[in-house]
């Protein structure tokens, strides 16, 4: 995988910088310059491009914001790049992070030009770079990083990613598991309510459009007096009394029969009016048949009534219609089938769990034993890479701890009385005691700036080759050392810089000579006010502030020689 370069770096009213842009390339970066000239201010700018605290105070005096903008190159395929992508942004010509910090206590962050939280700048920078130093934002002092560090050097990643994966399984599973032991306790009630509704349902067997016909039954037999009295006035009416309509309308057509002997265009209308005596007639024999049919059944007429009642109220229960009732009977059958299958369901998923545990309880194990053989080579290595770094009788050891479990610990996820984490059942600790006779203490509690940042450099150099592709930034690495130490150190990050983009603020000209790129950083005073400056030093300028590091303000031509036969003795020609 390629590294993340940090491509371009500006900084703009911020501290005593007025305006400064640098250009960084690959391999190893020095930058040199006279203490207070603003080397320490540049670190501060890019712990804020990954996302510490923005103070006002940092900005220039009589100036109303600052701004910070950084340009890193960036794989797709990184941790960090992978991050971006997620967030939705857009790599294919690099990450783009600006800070601008307001006096009103209003700043804003941007990533590739779009508004963002430091919430997500810090999700994204926890990969992109790491700064060595006392004060330093670095993520090598927190703990949970420490069982990274050992896994990348152990290669147990690969063995690291399977318990992931089945611990997410094991998650999944364990909230399935919870979900339908607590659909089985709820349901219980809720079975009884639905087997008493789809029974109600049943016993009512319902017929479609049961209630609009029961309803006019139901006016049939409430006014059958009035219906049989009042169709027999109109059979009557119609044919039987004397004077009839029928006998009326007969009469009619015999007189238009005869008129149309006279008037032949009568004929038609006779014969209507003839054809409407007919039907009148059949009119009047379909209402007496009628009239048998009326029925007086006070008994019948409550029955009605009672089924109606019954109805009226399974519609009012549920849905308004007959129909709703019918489908609501179907959906209870339907959830009271899905219910009486969940204890089957119970036990498939409880079986699952027991099979996925047992798995995940062998990678744990196979997970830590690995990682407990790791660890005390990789004790070995660090107290060898110190001692080369001038600390030698250092003592550095991996305290291993026990992933707690309390009574909300899932029993699935308990391994001899041992959590189950994401990463497995180890947490760990890095110890050191950079002096002989001193305790074993956190590496969070390193007080030396220096000390802090050649233990960085050392793990960092046994981990060149592993997953890490961070930029790695080195502030104070030099502290405390000098001579035959500082040149160690210088070349042990020329190595690292191999595999990673390295940048070091250092004041040793024998760290310095390393450098494949060197700027000088420089304090100036222009009408009355310091700013700083940053210059890439090449050729002559190079070996001259090379000279200055070695010999102080006074430079002398045997200073100049030495300086020139270091960068010559270390291959470097510009």
Same mark, same amino acid.
């Given at each position: 995988?390629?590294?993340?370069?940090?491509?371009?770096?500006?900084?703009?009213?911020?501290?005593?910088?007025?305006?400064?842009?640098?250009?960084?390339?690959?391999?190893?970066?020095?930058?040199?310059?006279?203490?207070?000239?603003?080397?320490?201010?540049?670190?501060?700018?890019?712990?804020?491009?990954?996302?510490?605290?923005?103070?006002?105070?940092?900005?220039?005096?009589?100036?109303?914001?600052?701004?910070?903008?950084?340009?890193?190159?960036?794989?797709?395929?990184?941790?960090?790049?992978?991050?971006?992508?997620?967030?939705?942004?857009?790599?294919?010509?690099?990450?783009?992070?600006?800070?601008?910090?307001?006096?009103?206590?209003?700043?804003?962050?941007?990533?590739?030009?779009?508004?963002?939280?430091?919430?997500?700048?810090?999700?994204?920078?926890?990969?992109?770079?790491?700064?060595?130093?006392?004060?330093?934002?670095?993520?090598?002092?927190?703990?949970?990083?420490?069982?990274?560090?050992?896994?990348?050097?152990?290669?147990?990643?690969?063995?690291?990613?399977?318990?992931?994966?089945?611990?997410?399984?094991?998650?999944?599973?364990?909230?399935?598991?919870?979900?339908?032991?607590?659909?089985?306790?709820?349901?219980?009630?809720?079975?009884?309510?639905?087997?008493?509704?789809?029974?109600?349902?049943?016993?009512?067997?319902?017929?479609?459009?049961?209630?609009?016909?029961?309803?006019?039954?139901?006016?049939?037999?409430?006014?059958?007096?009035?219906?049989?009295?009042?169709?027999?006035?109109?059979?009557?009416?119609?044919?039987?009394?004397?004077?009839?309509?029928?006998?009326?309308?007969?009469?009619?057509?015999?007189?238009?029969?005869?008129?149309?002997?006279?008037?032949?265009?009568?004929?038609?209308?006779?014969?209507?009016?003839?054809?409407?005596?007919?039907?009148?007639?059949?009119?009047?024999?379909?209402?007496?048949?009628?009239?048998?049919?009326?029925?007086?059944?006070?008994? @019948?007429?409550?029955? &009605? *009534?009672? !089924? /109606? =009642?019954? %109805?009226?109220?399974?519609?009012? +229960?549920?849905?308004?219609? #007959?129909?709703?009732?019918?489908?609501?009977?179907?959906?209870?059958?339907?959830?009271?089938?899905?219910?009486?299958?969940?204890?089957? @369901?119970?036990?498939? &998923? *409880?079986? !699952? /769990? =027991?099979? %996925?545990?047992?798995?995940?309880? +062998?990678?744990?194990?196979? #997970?830590?034993?690995?990682?407990?053989?790791?660890?005390?080579?990789?004790?070995?290595?660090?107290?060898?890479?110190?001692?080369?770094?001038?600390?030698?009788?250092?003592?550095?050891?991996?305290?291993?701890?026990?992933?707690?479990?309390?009574?909300?610990?899932?029993?699935?996820?308990?391994?001899?009385?041992?959590?189950?984490?994401?990463?497995?059942?180890?947490?760990?600790?890095?110890?050191?005691?950079?002096?002989?006779?001193?305790?074993?203490?956190?590496?969070?509690?390193?007080?030396?700036?220096?000390?802090?940042?050649?233990?960085?450099?050392?793990?960092?150099?046994?981990?060149?080759?592993?997953?890490?592709?961070?930029?790695?930034?080195?502030?104070?690495?030099?502290?405390?050392?000098?001579?035959?130490?500082?040149?160690?150190?210088?070349?042990?990050?020329?190595?690292?810089?191999?595999?990673?983009?390295?940048?070091?603020?250092?004041?040793?000209?024998?760290?310095?000579?390393?450098?494949?790129?060197?700027?000088?950083?420089?304090?100036?005073?222009?009408?009355?006010?310091?700013?700083?400056?940053?210059?890439?030093?090449?050729?002559?300028?190079?070996?001259?502030?090379?000279?200055?590091?070695?010999?102080?303000?006074?430079?002398?031509?045997?200073?100049?020689?030495?300086?020139?036969?270091?960068?010559?003795?270390?291959?470097?020609?510009?």
């Amino acid at each position: 995988m390629n590294p993340i370069m940090l491509r371009e770096l500006s900084i703009k009213n911020f501290a005593i910088i007025d305006d400064l842009s640098i250009s960084f390339e690959k391999g190893l970066t020095v930058l040199t310059g006279e203490t207070g000239a603003g080397k320490s201010i540049i670190i501060n700018a890019v712990n804020l491009i990954l996302g510490s605290r923005a103070s006002p105070e940092l900005i220039r005096t009589s100036e109303e914001t600052a701004e910070l903008e950084a340009l890193f190159e960036m794989p797709p395929e990184s941790p960090a790049g992978k991050v971006a992508e997620r967030q939705g942004v857009d790599l294919s010509e690099g990450l783009l992070v600006r800070r601008i910090i307001q006096r009103n206590g209003r700043h804003r962050i941007y990533i590739n030009g779009r508004l963002a939280t430091v919430q997500m700048l810090s999700q994204i920078n926890e990969h992109l770079a790491s700064i060595s130093g006392q004060h330093a934002h670095q993520s090598l002092l927190k703990p949970e990083q420490h069982l990274l560090v050992l896994d990348q050097f152990g290669d147990s990643c690969e063995l690291r990613g399977r318990v992931s994966e089945c611990h997410e399984q094991m998650i999944l599973l364990v909230r399935e598991w919870a979900g339908l032991k607590r659909q089985h306790v709820e349901q219980t009630e809720k079975m009884e309510l639905l087997e008493f509704q789809c029974r109600e349902i049943e016993q009512a067997s319902i017929a479609h459009d049961e209630d609009k016909e029961l309803e006019q039954e139901r006016q049939r037999l409430k006014h059958a007096q009035r219906l049989y009295e009042t169709v027999g006035r109109c059979v009557n009416r119609l044919y039987g009394a004397e004077g009839a309509v029928v006998e009326h309308v007969t009469g009619v057509a015999r007189e238009l029969q005869t008129l149309s002997n006279i008037d032949s265009s009568l004929t038609p209308m006779a014969e209507r009016v003839q054809e409407a005596s007919f039907k009148l007639e059949d009119i009047a024999n379909d209402l007496r048949g009628y009239l048998p049919h009326v029925v007086f059944d006070s008994n @019948r007429l409550e029955d &009605v *009534e009672l !089924r /109606l =009642d019954l %109805l009226q109220r399974l519609k009012r +229960k549920y849905g308004g219609s #007959l129909e709703s009732v019918v489908e609501h009977a179907r959906k209870a059958e339907e959830e009271l089938k899905r219910i009486s299958l969940l204890p089957e @369901r119970i036990a498939e &998923v *409880e079986e !699952r /769990l =027991d099979e %996925l545990h047992k798995k995940l309880c +062998k990678l744990c194990r196979e #997970l830590s034993e690995k990682r407990r053989k790791a660890s005390e080579r990789l004790s070995a290595k660090v107290q060898h890479e110190l001692a080369s770094l001038g600390m030698s009788g250092t003592r550095f050891q991996v305290r291993f701890k026990p992933s707690p479990v309390d009574e909300s610990t899932d029993p699935h996820l308990v391994l001899d009385n041992m959590g189950i984490e994401a990463t497995g059942i180890d947490r760990v600790d890095f110890l050191i005691a950079p002096n002989v006779g001193e305790d074993l203490r956190p590496l969070v509690e390193i007080a030396s700036g220096g000390e802090l940042s050649r233990i960085v450099l050392a793990l960092k150099a046994i981990l060149a080759t592993k997953e890490s592709v961070e930029t790695v930034i080195f502030d104070e690495v030099d502290a405390g050392i000098g001579g035959g130490v500082a040149e160690v150190v210088g070349q042990k990050l020329q190595t690292l810089a191999h595999f990673h983009q390295v940048i070091c603020i250092t004041h040793l000209p024998q760290i310095a000579q390393s450098g494949k790129h060197h700027f000088r950083i420089a304090k100036k005073i222009h009408r009355g006010r310091t700013s700083t400056t940053i210059t890439a030093l090449h050729g002559e300028a190079r070996v001259k502030e090379m000279a200055r590091m070695l010999g102080g303000v006074k430079i002398t031509r045997k200073t100049l020689d030495h300086a020139r036969e270091m960068m010559m003795g270390r291959g470097i020609e510009n």
